[in-house]
Protein backbone atom coordinates (compact mmCIF):
# COMPACT_ATOMS: atom_id res chain seq x y z
CA UNK A 1 0.00 0.00 0.00
CA UNK A 2 1.26 3.60 -0.52
CA UNK A 3 0.99 6.67 1.55
CA UNK A 4 -1.68 7.70 -1.09
CA UNK A 5 -3.66 4.40 -1.51
CA UNK A 6 -4.09 4.55 2.78
CA UNK A 7 -4.75 8.66 2.57
CA UNK A 8 -7.36 7.83 -0.48
CA UNK A 9 -8.86 4.48 1.18
CA UNK A 10 -8.87 4.93 4.49
CA UNK A 11 -12.37 5.74 6.54
CA UNK A 12 -13.72 6.85 9.99
CA UNK A 13 -14.36 4.27 11.73
CA UNK A 14 -17.36 3.76 14.50
CA UNK A 15 -17.51 0.56 14.94
CA UNK A 16 -14.81 -2.00 16.16
CA UNK A 17 -14.54 -5.63 16.72
CA UNK A 18 -13.35 -6.70 20.17
CA UNK A 19 -9.85 -7.94 18.81
CA UNK A 20 -6.89 -6.91 20.83
CA UNK A 21 -4.31 -4.96 18.48
CA UNK A 22 -1.29 -7.25 17.82
CA UNK A 23 1.78 -5.88 19.47
CA UNK A 24 4.18 -5.75 16.06
CA UNK A 25 1.12 -3.79 14.44
CA UNK A 26 0.27 -1.48 17.23
CA UNK A 27 4.70 -0.89 17.19
CA UNK A 28 4.67 0.40 13.55
CA UNK A 29 1.71 3.11 14.39
CA UNK A 30 3.59 4.09 17.74
CA UNK A 31 6.89 4.31 15.74
CA UNK A 32 4.81 6.60 13.08
CA UNK A 33 3.92 8.88 16.04
CA UNK A 34 7.26 8.83 17.47
CA UNK A 35 9.09 9.74 13.91
CA UNK A 36 6.30 12.95 12.94
CA UNK A 37 8.14 16.10 12.48
CA UNK A 38 7.07 19.32 14.60
CA UNK A 39 7.82 22.76 15.00
CA UNK A 40 11.59 23.17 15.85
CA UNK A 41 11.88 19.09 16.31
CA UNK A 42 10.69 20.26 20.31
CA UNK A 43 8.13 17.54 20.26
CA UNK A 44 6.24 19.02 22.58
CA UNK A 45 3.86 16.02 23.41
CA UNK A 46 3.13 12.93 25.12
CA UNK A 47 0.62 10.14 24.09
CA UNK A 48 -1.61 8.58 26.62
CA UNK A 49 -2.74 4.69 25.40
CA UNK A 50 -5.99 3.75 26.83
CA UNK A 51 -6.57 0.08 26.60
CA UNK A 52 -7.94 -1.20 29.73
CA UNK A 53 -11.73 -1.92 29.34
CA UNK A 54 -13.18 -0.01 32.15
CA UNK A 55 -11.31 2.83 31.63
CA UNK A 56 -12.51 2.72 27.42
CA UNK A 57 -15.86 2.89 28.94
CA UNK A 58 -15.28 6.12 31.03
CA UNK A 59 -13.14 7.44 27.93
CA UNK A 60 -16.83 6.89 26.19
CA UNK A 61 -18.59 9.26 28.79
CA UNK A 62 -15.76 12.24 28.84
CA UNK A 63 -16.56 11.75 24.48
CA UNK A 64 -19.70 13.28 24.78
CA UNK A 65 -21.42 9.90 25.72
CA UNK A 66 -19.96 8.66 22.47
CA UNK A 67 -20.68 4.57 23.19
CA UNK A 68 -19.01 3.01 20.25
CA UNK A 69 -15.80 5.03 21.59
CA UNK A 70 -15.44 1.68 24.44
CA UNK A 71 -15.46 -0.44 21.25
CA UNK A 72 -11.81 0.29 20.68
CA UNK A 73 -9.44 -1.46 21.84
CA UNK A 74 -6.94 1.33 22.48
CA UNK A 75 -7.84 4.74 22.50
CA UNK A 76 -5.12 7.41 22.27
CA UNK A 77 -5.01 10.92 23.84
CA UNK A 78 -2.53 13.16 22.52
CA UNK A 79 -1.41 15.94 25.20
CA UNK A 80 0.58 19.06 24.64
CA UNK A 81 3.25 19.73 27.01
CA UNK A 82 3.69 23.00 28.79
CA UNK A 83 6.01 24.64 26.34
CA UNK A 84 3.24 24.32 23.42
CA UNK A 85 1.80 27.84 22.35
CA UNK A 86 -2.08 26.78 21.64
CA UNK A 87 -1.92 27.60 18.48
CA UNK A 88 1.23 25.34 17.78
CA UNK A 89 -0.22 22.59 19.68
CA UNK A 90 -2.69 21.97 17.65
CA UNK A 91 -0.41 21.86 14.30
CA UNK A 92 2.51 19.87 16.18
CA UNK A 93 -0.10 16.92 17.56
CA UNK A 94 -2.02 17.06 14.69
CA UNK A 95 1.04 15.47 12.46
CA UNK A 96 1.63 12.49 14.78
CA UNK A 97 -2.02 11.91 15.35
CA UNK A 98 -2.57 11.89 11.59
CA UNK A 99 0.71 9.73 10.98
CA UNK A 100 -1.71 7.33 13.25
CA UNK A 101 -4.02 6.83 11.11
CA UNK A 102 -2.00 6.69 7.91
CA UNK A 103 -0.11 3.71 9.45
CA UNK A 104 -2.83 1.92 11.04
CA UNK A 105 -4.98 1.82 8.02
CA UNK A 106 -1.68 0.19 6.36
CA UNK A 107 -1.70 -2.76 9.30
CA UNK A 108 -5.35 -3.58 8.75
CA UNK A 109 -6.39 -1.27 12.11
CA UNK A 110 -9.72 1.51 11.66
CA UNK A 111 -9.37 4.86 13.50
CA UNK A 112 -11.39 7.53 14.07
CA UNK A 113 -10.41 11.24 15.09
CA UNK A 114 -12.68 11.97 18.39
CA UNK A 115 -13.34 16.04 17.92
CA UNK A 116 -16.02 16.21 20.57
CA UNK A 117 -14.60 15.36 24.57
CA UNK A 118 -15.02 17.10 27.75
CA UNK A 119 -10.93 18.18 28.29
CA UNK A 120 -11.20 18.20 31.46
CA UNK A 121 -12.57 14.51 32.36
CA UNK A 122 -10.31 13.40 30.17
CA UNK A 123 -7.55 15.02 32.31
CA UNK A 124 -9.32 13.52 35.77
CA UNK A 125 -9.93 10.00 34.37
CA UNK A 126 -6.13 9.78 32.83
CA UNK A 127 -3.84 11.69 35.68
CA UNK A 128 -2.87 14.08 33.40
CA UNK A 129 -1.34 17.25 35.09
CA UNK A 130 -3.65 20.48 35.48
CA UNK A 131 -1.07 22.09 32.87
CA UNK A 132 -0.92 19.77 29.87
CA UNK A 133 -3.65 20.16 27.25
CA UNK A 134 -5.44 17.43 25.80
CA UNK A 135 -5.35 17.92 22.07
CA UNK A 136 -6.85 15.02 20.34
CA UNK A 137 -8.60 11.78 21.34
CA UNK A 138 -8.60 8.61 18.41
CA UNK A 139 -9.68 5.60 18.36
CA UNK A 140 -7.97 2.81 16.98
CA UNK A 141 -8.88 -0.97 16.51
CA UNK A 142 -10.05 -3.86 13.40
CA UNK A 143 -13.58 -2.32 12.16
CA UNK A 144 -16.56 -3.82 12.66
CA UNK A 145 -18.11 -2.51 9.54
CA UNK A 146 -16.51 -0.66 7.01
CA UNK A 147 -17.19 3.33 7.74
CA UNK A 148 -18.72 5.41 5.01
CA UNK A 149 -17.49 7.35 2.20
CA UNK A 150 -18.93 10.52 2.67
CA UNK A 151 -17.28 12.42 -1.02
CA UNK A 152 -14.92 15.00 -1.55
CA UNK A 153 -15.01 18.32 -3.14
CA UNK A 154 -13.75 18.28 -6.76
CA UNK A 155 -10.39 20.02 -6.95
CA UNK A 156 -11.67 23.46 -8.65
CA UNK A 157 -13.66 23.70 -5.95
CA UNK A 158 -11.28 23.80 -3.14
CA UNK A 159 -7.59 25.25 -4.46
CA UNK A 160 -6.87 28.18 -5.97
CA UNK A 161 -3.69 29.04 -7.55
CA UNK A 162 -1.84 32.12 -6.62
CA UNK A 163 -4.70 34.42 -5.67
CA UNK A 164 -8.05 33.64 -4.01
Known sequence: MTVFEAIRDRRSIRSYTPHPIPPEKLEVCLEAMRLANSGGNRQPWRFVLVQEADLRQQ???????????????????????????????????????????????????GTCWIGAFQEEQVKQLLNIPAEVRVVH?????????AGKDRGRKPQEEIFAYNRW
Open 59 to 109: MAVACNGQSWVAEAPLIVVACALTTASEKGANVNLSIPIDHLQLAAHEQGL
Open 137 to 145: VMTVGFAAA
